[in-house]
């Protein structure tokens, strides 16, 4: 489905460099529309097929996923600390890739790293940087409209369930939050 992304962007490419080429009224250029037009409808509603049995069908192994997890991804929630604690976001960002670099060398998770090392990179961490390195928290962090945040997931799920039912839709059911 992601590969035919590619082939449907070719053929909007070619129906508008059609229609700029042609001059102020209708023209025979337009005969060329058709192709493009019928191949992505046909395309698109293949990949709409497709998904729909992959998300009917879909279930996840929570377990085996967290068992791989890679804790490097804590590396933004580090940034935001340190930009929370007065740091620019640009140095903090910095910091953090430090701290990323120190973990791989050395061979330890982020939540591994000694605190006389996070100190040595800023004397801005304390000890409840540690608290950073929860999976859930980390997520639930991001509770904002479109974020990770459970809250923010559920409001999205229940927007897009209406959005997808035969329901009428408010005008305020998509208002920004």
Known sequence: VRSKTG??????????????GLPLSYSKDLQEDKEPLFDSLKTIDGCL????????????NTGRMEAVFDDTVFAT??????TEKGMPFRKAHEVAGRLVKWSVENG????EIPMETFRKHSELFSD???????LHASTDRRSIAGGTGKK??????????????DEDI???TFKKD
Not at 7 to 20: F, H
Not at 49 to 60: K, S
Not at 77 to 82: F, G, M, N
Not at 128 to 134: G, P, S, T
Request: glycine share 6%; no cysteine.
């Open 128 to 134: 409840d940087v540690k608290k950073l390195f929860n």
């Open 108 to 111: 330890t998770g982020m939540s």
């Open 77 to 82: 929630d580090i940034a935001d600390y340190l």
């Open 49 to 60: 097929r497709i998904t729909g049995g992959v998300i009917d069908t879909l279930e996840f």
């Open 170 to 172: 408010s005008s305020d």
């Open 152 to 165: 923010a997931l559920e409001e999205q799920t229940k927007r897009a369930k209406i959005l997808l039912s």
């Open 7 to 20: 082939r449907v962007y070719g053929n909007l490419m070619s129906l508008l460099t059609v229609m700029k």
